[in-house]
T-cell receptor, first 112, second 115 residues
Framework: NAGVTQTPKFRVLKTGQSMTLLCAQDMNHEYMYWYRQDPGMGLRLIHYSVGEGTTAKGEVPDGYNVSRLKKQNFLLGLESAAPSQTSVYFC???????????FGEGSRLTVL | KQEVTQIPAALSVPEGENLVLNCSFTDSAIYNLQWFRQDPGKGLTSLLLIQSSQREQTSGRLNASLDKSSGRSTLYIAASQPGDSATYLCAAPRRANFGNEKLTFGTGTRLTIIP
């Protein structure tokens, strides 16, 4: 039982390049989230989804897009990467009944 | 807007001691309160979840309490071990934002257990 799996775990991009981070969950949870974690700033919500086919903006959505075509997958895209997007990205899945969150191991992105 | 504060930012204690980590929040109308553990380079692991109607939860050597009226939660760790060394974070979503879409995390307490 993998829980929440993120791919890739590490990536280095040049400014202006695009990429997609994939989050997959096997717990059948309705809610999924993308956070970024930066030193001294804690976890900040980028985008979230309350169900298949739905997405919504979080606290810091600019420069990112997301899609939730299947319930188990939540994709985070960067269309034109910027150095300010260097961070560790975490995906989480949330249980509808309790609100408990389950996190992936993180994806470390460096934009040069 | 919910604000979550964890003090101190870092704590070092000798192995075997009992310790308490603190979490305070500004909006007491919370849906639940969660405590997480994060090891270096890893994701967050859920430790304890306290629903808004509960006062405490226990798991092994861990006990979390919740006092909504004072806007505080504490995580008590008994008989600390070097393996407890990690960063501990709390999160308190407001009831008005069911589904945790506005889940606010504290910046964490970095705990070091000295052998």
């Amino acid at each position: 039982n993998a829980g929440v799996t993120q791919t890739p775990k590490f990536r280095v991009l040049k400014t202006g390049q695009s990429m997609t981070l994939l989050c997959a969950q096997d717990m059948n949870h309705e809610y999924m989230y993308w956070y970024r974690q930066d030193p001294g700033m804690g976890l900040r919500l980028i985008h979230y989804s309350v169900g298949e086919g739905t997405t919504a903006k979080g606290e810091v959505p600019d420069g990112y897009n997301v899609s939730r075509l299947k319930k188990q997958n939540f994709l985070l895209g960067l269309e034109s990467a910027a150095p300010s997007q260097t961070s560790v990205y975490f995906c989480a899945a949330g249980a509808l009944n309790t609100g408990e969150l389950f996190f992936g191991e993180g994806s470390r992105l460096t934009v040069l | 807007k919910q604000e979550v504060t964890q003090i101190p930012a870092a704590l070092s204690v000798p192995e075997g001691e009992n310790l308490v980590l603190n979490c305070s929040f500004t909006d007491s109308a919370i849906y639940n309160l969660q405590w997480f553990r994060q090891d270096p380079g890893k994701g967050l692991t859920s430790l304890l979840l306290i629903q808004s109607s509960q006062r405490e939860q226990t798991s092994g050597r861990l006990n979390a309490s919740l006092d909504k009226s004072s806007g505080r939660s504490t995580l008590y760790i008994a008989a600390s071990q070097p393996g407890d060394s990690a960063t501990y974070l709390c999160a308190a979503p407001r009831r008005a934002n069911f589904g945790n879409e506005k889940l606010t995390f504290g910046t964490g307490t970095r705990l070091t257990i000295i052998p």
